[in-house]
């Protein structure tokens, strides 16, 4: 399995999204926008960060891996190589093991990439799908620093709390990324 990332936001969609941002209040903006103010705007997951696109995917995934994925469907579309007899040749759809590979292409804004993070960095996913996700996010860090920052799962993003009805008793593991997380949001 293989991570591509395909396209980011430019200077130029990040400078967009900084004026929308600036534009509520009756600004303008000059310059696109630096780390801390990427940070600043990504933190606050206001509508702007909805206007950030990306663009990534994963070859050789697993077909069962992508059929957790394709359950998000929240400002992101997914396009996933098909499995039809008629569309492909590799093997007999009729017979093909669930793990079969998969070309899973995703187009997401900033704020599909958070909310998701939230249920597939949880230890309640499947591992395997735990780590396709952290996959993408380690290859989308090299790019967008900022925004991986902000995506943790739901027991982080909740300051601890966890909402799942089968807890996985593992928030302990997340108290580290807990502590840097809070520091982000420190006046």
């Known amino acids: 399995m293989k991570v591509n990332i395909i396209k980011t936001p430019t200077e130029q969609e990040w400078f967009i999204a900084k004026d929308l941002a600036l534009g509520t209040m009756d600004k303008k903006t000059k310059n696109a926008p630096d780390s801390?103010?990427?940070?600043?705007?990504?933190k606050s997951e206001h509508?702007?960060?909805?206007?950030?696109?990306?663009?990534?995917?994963?070859?050789?995934?697993?077909?069962?891996?992508?059929v957790h994925l394709v359950r998000h469907k929240i400002s992101i579309e997914h396009f996933v190589s098909s499995q039809r007899n008629d569309r492909?040749?590799?093997?007999?759809?009729?017979?093909?093991?669930?793990d079969s590979p998969v070309t899973h292409r995703c187009v997401a804004n900033a704020q599909a990439i958070?909310?998701?993070?939230?249920k597939r960095l949880c230890f309640c996913a499947s591992e395997?799908?735990?780590?396709?996700?952290?996959?993408?996010?380690?290859?989308?860090?090299?790019?967008?620093?900022?925004l991986v920052k902000l995506c943790q799962p739901t027991c982080?993003?909740?300051?601890?709390?966890?909402?799942?009805?089968?807890?996985?008793?593992?928030?302990?593991?997340?108290?580290?990324n807990l502590k840097e997380y809070r520091k982000l949001f420190k006046r």
Request: glycine letters at 2%; a negative charge.
């Open 36 to 42: 801390a103010y990427k940070l600043k705007l990504l």
């Open 47 to 66: 509508s702007p960060i909805r206007e950030l696109q990306f663009v990534w995917e994963w070859t050789d995934l697993p077909y069962w891996i992508s």
């Open 88 to 98: 492909q040749d590799n093997y007999d759809r009729n017979k093909a093991p669930q």
């Open 114 to 118: 958070i909310n998701i993070s939230h």
């Open 128 to 146: 395997e799908t735990r780590q396709a996700w952290i996959m993408f996010l380690n290859e989308l860090e090299k790019y967008e620093p900022e």
């Open 156 to 176: 982080v993003y909740r300051n601890g709390l966890c909402p799942e009805f089968f807890h996985c008793d593992r928030q302990e593991e997340w108290n580290e």
